[in-house]
C-alpha cells in the first residue's frame, strides 16, 4: 500500500520549522517498516499569501508498507506536531492529511493552485472529504491547505534538491558556527550543482537562515549527490543533529503564470506580464524603483530595495521598451495602487527614447528657460526672447542590453529559478534513492 502525508504550518518566527518534524518523522516511519518511495517533498507554495510566516513551504512523505499503517503514521505525525509547533502564534494552525492510494489528479491541480494563487480552506476540506483522507486540523486549521498542497505535487516537473542539516536543541537561537570559507571552497567545487550558496555581490553565505529555527544549514542543488557531495565539504563548529535531502520545487518558477493583459492581475496571484514601458522609471523614498507597465491597462511594477544592483536595470528602462515582468502582486495599500512586485526582468526590445529639453539659444546658444505658461522661452544669459519656441526632443543614450534580469541570490524568492538553472531543468520522479538520503 501507498501513503502520503502532508504536513504545514506548525512554525512561527520564534520557532519550529515543518522541515524538523518531516526530520524527525522520517526515522519513526522508518522504525515502523516503512520503505520511502520518494525524498521526503518540501514544496514551496504561493509565497504571496498574506498569513505566511516566512517560505510558505509545506512537506509530504511518501512511503509505502505491506499493511494498512495509515492510522499509526498518522498518530506518529500529530504527536510530534502536539510537541514541535508553536500553538502560542496566533498565526501557526497546523494541519497533517494522510491520503492512502495513488495521488488523485484533484489533489494535483489543487497543489497548482494553492502555489499560484489563494484557495479557501472549504476547498481543501471538500477534497479532503472527497478522497476520503484522514486529517487533523489545529486551531483554525488552516494548515490543511498547505499539507493537501503538499500530498498533491508530486514534483513530476522541474525540481531540485535541498539538504538541510538542523542543530541540537541548546544551540537553538544562538550564531550558527559555520565556517565561511569552507562554504566559499564548497561552493566553487559543486557549482553549477549546487545554487545560491552565497551572494556574489555582498559574498555574504545564504545556506544558513538567520532566525531562531532548528535549520544550521541548507544546500541546494540538481542532484542528490550533489547537495550531499556539498555538505560534506561544509566544516562546522557545533553538533550537528540530523540532515535530510529534500526533493522540492524551490527554484523552479511553478509559481508565476503567465497572463494575457492587466486585467488579469490579481492580487496574490504572482504573474509573466509582457507589455511596454509608459513612463519613465522613478525611485522613490526607501530605495524602490518603479514605473508604469501598459499591457492593456496600466500596472505599477517595483524593485524593492532589497533587489539591490537589479534596480540600476530597472532604472534604465525607458518609454516604450518591451518588457516581459516576472512577479508577485501586492494589494493596493497605503495609497499605492496594486504594484507587481519584480522577480525578474526580461528587456525584449529596447526602443528609441527621448527626453524634451528646454532649446538652446539661436544667439548665444546658452540653455533657454521657459518664461512662464505660453510665453515661450527666454535666455537667461543674453535676454533673448522667443515666444514660438517649444521643448526639443533629445535622444537618449541606451546602454541597456536585451536579456533576461534576476536579483541577486539573497534577495530571490524560495520558487524563483537562478540564472544558472535555466537549461538545467528536469522532470520525472526518482526510480531510487540515493544512499544516504538522511542521518541517523
Ligand atoms: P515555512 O516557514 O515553513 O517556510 P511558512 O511558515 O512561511 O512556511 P506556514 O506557516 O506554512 O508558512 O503558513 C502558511 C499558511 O497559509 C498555511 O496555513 C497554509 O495552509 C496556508 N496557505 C499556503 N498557501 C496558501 C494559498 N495559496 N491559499 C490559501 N492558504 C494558503
Redesign the pocket.
Given at each position: 500500500m501507498e501513503f502520503h502525508l502532508g504536513i504545514?504550518?506548525?512554525?512561527s518566527l520564534r520557532f519550529g520549522?515543518?522541515?524538523y518534524i518531516a526530520a524527525l518523522l522520517v526515522e519513526k516511519l522508518l522504525e515502523m517498516g516503512v520503505e520511502f518511495i520518494d525524498y521526503p517533498n518540501l514544496v514551496?507554495?504561493?509565497p504571496n499569501?498574506p498569513?505566511?510566516?516566512?517560505?510558505?513551504?509545506?512537506v509530504c512523505l511518501r512511503f509505502r508498507h505491506g499493511e494498512d499503517v495509515s492510522e499509526e503514521a498518522l498518530e506518529e505525525a500529530v504527536e510530534l506536531v502536539e510537541e514541535h509547533a508553536d500553538f502560542e502564534c496566533a498565526?501557526?494552525?497546523p494541519?497533517v492529511v494522510l491520503h492512502t492510494g495513488r495521488v488523485p489528479q484533484d489533489f494535483k491541480m489543487f497543489s497548482k493552485?494553492?502555489?499560484r494563487?489563494?484557495?479557501?480552506l472549504r476547498e481543501a476540506e471538500r477534497l479532503i472529504h472527497k478522497h476520503g483522507c484522514s486529517a487533523v486540523g489545529f486551531k483554525n486549521r488552516?494548515?490543511?491547505?498547505?499539507?493537501l498542497?503538499a500530498v498533491g505535487e508530486t514534483l513530476e516537473g522541474d525540481h531540485t534538491y535541498e539538504l538541510l542539516t538542523y542543530r541540537v536543541r541548546e544551540n537553538r537561537g544562538k550564531p550558527r558556527m559555520v565556517d565561511p570559507e569552507s562554504v566559499r571552497e564548497m561552493d566553487r567545487a559543486t557549482r553549477p550543482m549546487t545554487f545560491n550558496n552565497l551572494d556574489p555581490e555582498t559574498g555574504r553565505i545564504l545556506i544558513t537562515p538567520r532566525g531562531a529555527d532548528p535549520v544550521l544549514y541548507g544546500i541546494r542543488g540538481e542532484t542528490p549527490e550533489a547537495v550531499y557531495k556539498a555538505h560534506l565539504m561544509v566544516r562546522v563548529y557545533e553538533e550537528v543533529e540530523r540532515w535530510v535531502i529534500f526533493r522540492t520545487n524551490q527554484g523552479t518558477d511553478s509559481h508565476l503564470k503567465p497572463v494575457k493583459d492587466a486585467s488579469e492581475v490579481r492580487p496574490y496571484n504572482p504573474v509573466v506580464l509582457e507589455g511596454r514601458v509608459a513612463g519613465w522609471p522613478r525611485t522613490i523614498p526607501g530605495g524602490h524603483v518603479i514605473f508604469p507597465l501598459e499591457a492593456g491597462g496600466v500596472v505599477e511594477c517595483a524593485a524593492y530595495e532589497p533587489t539591490g544592483s537589479f534596480r540600476d536595470v530597472v532604472r534604465m528602462l525607458a518609454p516604450g521598451d518591451v518588457v516581459r515582468v516576472y512577479g508577485g502582486v501586492r494589494p493596493p495599500e497605503n495609497g499605492l495602487p496594486m504594484t507587481i512586485n519584480l522577480e525578474k526582468l526580461e528587456v525584449l526590445r529596447v526602443s528609441e527614447a527621448y527626453r524634451l529639453e528646454n532649446p538652446t539659444c539661436p544667439s548665444c546658444g546658452g540653455r533657454m528657460k521657459s518664461a512662464g505658461r505660453g510665453r515661450g522661452f527666454a535666455c537667461r544669459r543674453c535676454g533673448f526672447h522667443s515666444l514660438t519656441m517649444t521643448k526639443v526632443r533629445v535622444p537618449v543614450e541606451r546602454k541597456l542590453k536585451e536579456g533576461l534580469y534576476i536579483p541577486p541570490p539573497r534577495a530571490q524568492r524560495h520558487l524563483t529559478k537562478p540564472l544558472q538553472r535555466y537549461g538545467m531543468e528536469k522532470s520525472g520522479k526518482p526510480d531510487r534513492l540515493f544512499n544516504p538520503w538522511h542521518w541517523p
Open positions: 504545514d504550518d506548525t512554525d520549522c515543518t522541515t514551496r507554495l504561493n499569501v498569513w505566511k510566516t516566512r517560505g510558505n513551504g509545506a498565526n501557526t494552525n494541519g493552485r494553492v502555489i494563487s489563494v484557495v479557501e488552516r494548515g490543511l491547505i498547505g499539507a498542497a
